[in-house]
């Protein structure tokens, strides 16, 4: 069974998805299961997803493989206002209701205390406005090429991890994680005067690349009713997409921040487990997401060395997650998170392209164990409404004045777990 479903997984982990996001670029958890527990992945894995959080979740799996779907329906919109080159309006991004992100993962003692795993993740974001916000930056000659604008960034990966006890109740992992990024940057023909490569700016078509990062983590029992766990992922190493020159920083580079960050399990009752976890995405370091729009006053164009990007900040995020074993085939979850804010009102224009304005998610789900060693889980969540207004937003040179972006997600997503193995 297990060699069967490892190519499996490699299909899931590179296939070309569209993956759409409430924390920045990713999702606010890893697996079914957390993602209805308010995101914790750090600690008390239960599904092979959590091991794309915490390579050390391999061993606490045991022998194990899951199949499922993740669906997130977004819905962003821009406002531009106080603009002498068009009317105040709104825009929708209403071209694409519907992302789907597919779920696979499998893992497996490989010696007494070493255990492997694979698991699939994604990344990405991007909205599609079918009349776009920046048609009106634009000179009449590429005026009929702008009418839509969409940027669709999509980064699907595997990690492949390696687990190991060295005693009873402490387990280390490492993984590493190889992943393809792909780009298609449509409308955006308005900004190529600001580029060093105008030719290379949009409408070019969907273009990618492959990178990769390492990860490193611990998970462990601290005392009979307490476990822990910690990761850290590093920054990824990315080839450039030069189709994409003019338009991200360093002549194409598109590298995923760093991540890290601890949890906590507790089990005041045996049936009964509440977990708290803190992460944190370094975006400030990575040029495509922490440069600001105000590096073109310093000679610096778009597509340029150290050049513009979404002027993102590091964000963090503070998880609470609930599980209750309501009976033996039935388990039940809820969870919220609330994250920092990603940009400031002063970077919204390049942002329509990238609304990640969510902050507060609530969240809901269940598994049932409906046949020997097999079970269905699913799960529900909310990242609320949040609107992110301008300030300074729009240069002189773009006709003033504000723009603004707002977004809210509705997530929904089912898997199917099977154990197996002699020790299950």
């Not at 209701?97 to 698991?119: L, V």
């Not at 060295?166 to 590493?176: E, K, L, N, R, S």
């Not at 778009?302 to 209750?324: E, H, I, M």
């Not at 609530?362 to 609107?387: D, I, M």
Request: include cysteine.
């Amino acid at each position: 069974m297990r060699l069967r479903l490892i190519p499996l997984v490699a299909a899931c982990g590179l296939a070309p998805f569209s993956a759409h996001a409430t924390l920045g670029v990713f999702e606010h958890g890893s697996g079914i299961k957390a993602l209805g527990a308010g995101g914790v992945s750090f600690v008390n894995a239960e599904d092979t997803g959590a091991i794309a959080a915490n390579p050390a979740s391999a061993l606490e799996l045991g022998s194990r493989y899951d199949l499922g779907i993740d669906l997130l329906m977004p819905d962003a919109r821009a406002r531009i206002a106080g603009n002498s080159l068009g009317p105040d309006k709104t825009y929708d991004s209403d071209a694409h209701h519907y992302y789907f992100i597919p779920q696979a993962g499998i893992s497996f003692p490989i010696a007494p205390n070493w255990a492997a795993g694979i698991t699939a993740y994604a990344a990405g974001i991007g909205p599609d406005y079918t009349q776009s916000p920046y048609a009106r930056f634009a000179s009449p000659a590429v005026a009929s090429q702008s009418q839509s604008a969409s940027l669709a960034v999509k980064i699907s990966g595997l990690s492949l991890a390696l687990a190991h006890s060295p005693w009873p109740g402490q387990t280390f992992g490492i993984a590493v994680n190889f992943q393809h990024e792909t780009v298609d940057a449509k409308g955006l023909l308005p900004f190529a005067g600001l580029s060093q490569a105008p030719d290379e700016v949009s409408n070019v078509g969907k273009h990618g690349a492959f990178g990769g990062s390492l990860m490193a983590g611990w998970s462990g029992r601290l005392t009979p009713w307490l476990n822990a766990g910690a990761s850290y992922r590093s920054k990824s190493y990315s080839q450039k997409i030069h189709q994409y020159a003019g338009l991200l920083p360093d002549s194409g580079e598109l590298e995923l921040p760093a991540i890290y960050g601890a949890a906590l399990a507790f089990k005041p009752l045996p049936q009964l487990t509440i977990e708290t976890e803190f992460s944190r995405q370094q975006y400030s370091s990575r040029h495509a997401f922490g440069n600001t729009i105000d590096v073109l006053a310093q000679g610096k164009p778009l597509g340029s060395s150290d050049g513009p990007g979404f002027g993102w900040g590091d964000q963090n995020a503070y998880k609470l997650g609930v599980v209750y074993q309501a009976t033996p085939d039935l388990r039940l979850r809820a969870g919220y998170i609330y994250a920092t804010a990603s940009f400031p009102p002063s970077q919204t224009l390049f942002n329509l392209l990238a609304p990640a304005t969510l902050r507060n998610h609530y969240t809901l789900g269940a598994t049932w164990g409906f046949l020997p060693r097999y079970e269905v889980s699913g799960y529900a969540a909310l990242a609320q409404q949040r609107q992110v207004s301008g300030h300074d937003s729009i240069p002189a040179a773009f006709g003033g004045g504000e723009a603004s972006i707002s977004n809210e997600m509705f997530l929904v997503g089912v898997s199917i777990g099977h154990r197996f193995g002699l020790t299950q």
